[in-house]
């Protein structure tokens, strides 16, 4: 008899889908407890409170670097960077 069979194929087949229903099921059940307990509305919050401290950090700082960028902008004539420095002499 050949290992593999139609047989084994079936076996197969019915095993893999039995275990995606088990998963899918226990998704499901999880969904519905992670609502019942609020998870979702914890998970909210602290994604807004997240966002909020990005606000208030985060962004006056790039500004801030961008108004110091534009105050002192980076010429050519003060040489070059190290990494062109690196590339020309075959370092990079």
């Known amino acids: 008899m050949h290992p593999f069979s139609s047989l084994a194929i079936g076996i197969f087949v019915a095993g893999y889908i039995t ?3 088990d ?3 226990r998704l499901y059940e999880l969904a519905f407890f992670a609502w019942d307990h609020g998870v979702v509305t914890r998970a909210a919050k602290a994604f807004s ?3 909020l401290i990005f ?3 985060i962004l ?3 500004r801030l ?3 110091e960028a534009n105050i002192h902008p980076r010429s050519p004539k003060h040489g070059i960077s ?4 690196l ?3 075959g370092s990079l």
């Open 19 to 21: 275990a995606r229903w």
């Open 55 to 57: 606000a208030a950090l």
């Open 49 to 51: 409170i997240i966002s």
């Open 23 to 25: 998963l899918v099921t």
């Open 65 to 67: 670097a961008a108004n």
């Open 60 to 62: 006056p700082l790039e």
């Open 87 to 89: 590339r020309r002499r």
């Open 82 to 85: 190290a990494r062109e420095q």
